[in-house]
């Protein structure tokens, strides 16, 4: 299997030298393939930083992180916006749409970024909304929408591309339980039929339920690492709340 996403020796420091703090102080893993990841931690731990280090990748302080096979932390600014556009998705916890732009347009405005020919635009929107059930809001616009339909929309928009890794901040964070159940059936669907490859930062257990394998951070650093296997999803996430709890708190100290 192929190894999609390379982190080596990530540290990411804020402040100068008289105050200087470590949000990251020293990871290293890899993301296969289409593989499922989460990334877990308590309030604090690096979840969001290690993110943005990821996205941004030129905000890191020290370490090297390689996309499909390319240092990127060696690239140029004009070169690296140009290469995280092609290469990388984004689904936001606040959905990111723009509401004077219908559901179709918003999705069609990530292939337009990406210069894609328009005659093959329209297509591309019409399947991705079929596969994700949302082809009856396409002419609506996101104030006209529930929340679920509005972050199956910014799912659509992370993945027509068909980027290498898409990076999944929070997604069920502004949801209701049943439609973040809901999106989390739709991003596994993603990955396990599309072959997508995510990596989802959640304070949740349930929703780190529905990953093949878990990070999970402490001050920075990487506590543990859960693999699903063969394990059912609610054998998955007992797994989980008793590392939760091993480290001194449950799900609801997770944040």
């Known amino acids: 299997m192929d190894t999609i996403l390379k982190l080596e020796h990530i540290q990411k420091y804020y402040g100068n030298e008289g105050s200087l703090t470590k949000a990251i102080k020293d ?100 399947e991705m909304a079929k596969s994700l059930n949302i082809s009856d809001i396409l002419n609506k616009y996101p104030y006209q929408v529930s929340g679920g339909q509005k972050q199956r929309c910014a799912c659509a928009r992370a993945i027509i591309n068909k980027p290498k890794l898409i990076l999944a901040d929070e997604p069920t964070g502004a949801l209701d339980s049943h439609s973040s159940q809901m999106l989390l059936s739709t991003i596994q669907s993603i990955n396990e039929q599309l072959g997508a490859t995510i990596l989802m930062v959640t304070h949740d257990a349930f929703s780190a339920s529905y990953a093949s394998r878990i990070l999970i951070l402490r001050d920075g650093e990487i506590f543990t690492e859960l693999r699903k296997g063969n394990d059912s999803r609610t054998m998955f996430f007992e797994k989980i709340l008793s590392v939760l709890t091993m480290m001194g708190g449950g799900q609801n100290d997770v944040c």
């Open 27 to 126: 990871i290293s893993f890899s993301v296969e393939a289409g593989e499922f990841l989460g990334i877990m931690g308590a309030s604090g731990s690096g979840k969001t930083t290690l993110l943005n280090c990821i996205s941004t990748i030129d905000t890191v302080s020290a370490g090297h992180i390689y996309l499909d096979g390319k240092d990127v932390t060696e690239l140029k600014p004009k070169k690296l916006a140009k290469f995280r556009r092609e290469n990388l998705g984004f689904v936001f916890q606040d959905f990111n749409l723009l509401d004077t732009l219908t559901i179709s347009e918003n999705i069609a405005l990530a292939l337009s970024i990406n210069k894609v020919p328009v005659n093959e635009i329209e297509p591309r929107i019409i």
